[in-house]
């Protein structure tokens, strides 16, 4: 079975542009999380997403916002990108099936950099 | 709110020896899961070892094993006989109830060396 995937792998911004990541889960996995990782801050939760809606949400500002599709697949946007948003972002999906806490697989993750 | 707690931002260990590394958490839920996570250099997140709160029996995973102390809130990883590859950056997270949203701790990077 194909694990989490991440695109793009890298990518360079400017401040004030908005970006788009993707994610796809594991096949028959319902649940998509994101996490953002810095130096300074280490891993953070951004958001989750289940049956296409959000289900949680972490401590991030409103720039910071996602979706997901009948197919599983999120995508997270950032908006008017900060030089503070350089981060690796983590995309993590799980079965979720019984309504108890599953495992989360994580991708490879995006390397953005804002100069 | 849910904390974890790795004390140990470095730690080194010979090839074969025996590691234990630390982490301590605070939740007030009675229902949470907690999890070693094990991040190689510019590699991708993989799951170590997972133990359910609700299970007095520790669990094992090959050469890794964790002490899990409920009372003390305390979950600590031990790798048997250190391979070279088992260098990385080893997060402890904590995830309560159904909700799928983990609590990382700072990480404790292991060198293995020969």
């Known amino acids: 079975k194909a694990g989490v995937t991440q695109t793009p792998r890298y990518l360079i911004k400017t401040r004030g542009q908005q970006v788009t990541l993707s994610c796809s889960p594991i096949?028959?996995?319902?649940?998509v999380s994101w996490y953002q990782q810095t130096p300074g801050q280490g891993l953070q939760f951004l958001f989750e997403?289940?049956?296409?809606?959000?289900?949680n949400k972490g401590n991030f500002p409103g720039r910071f916002s996602g979706r997901q599709f009948s197919n599983s697949r999120s995508e997270m946007n950032v908006s008017t990108l900060e030089l503070g948003d350089s981060a690796l972002y983590l995309c993590?999906?799980?079965?979720?099936?019984?309504?108890?806490?599953?495992?989360?697989?994580f991708g490879p993750g995006t390397r953005l950099t804002v100069l | 709110a849910q904390t974890v707690t790795q004390s140990q931002p470095e730690m080194s260990v010979q090839e074969a020896e025996t590691v234990t590394l630390s982490c301590t958490y605070d939740t007030s839920e009675n229902n949470y899961y907690l999890f070693w996570y094990k991040q190689p250099p510019s590699r991708q997140m993989i799951l170590v070892i997972r133990?359910?709160?609700?299970?007095?029996q520790n669990a094992t995973e090959n050469r890794f094993s964790v002490n899990f102390q409920k009372a003390a809130k305390s979950f600590s990883l031990k790798i048997s006989d250190s391979q070279l590859g088992d260098t990385a950056m080893y997060f402890c997270?904590?995830?309560?109830?159904?909700?799928?949203?983990?609590?990382f701790g700072t990480g404790t990077r292991l060198q293995v060396t020969l």
């Open positions: 133990q359910e709160a609700y299970k007095q």
């Open positions: 993590a999906s799980s079965l979720e099936a019984g309504g108890h806490t599953d495992t989360q697989y």
């Open positions: 997403y289940f049956s296409e809606t959000q289900r």
């Open positions: 096949s028959g996995h319902r649940s």
């Open positions: 997270a904590l995830c309560t109830g159904t909700a799928s949203k983990l609590t």
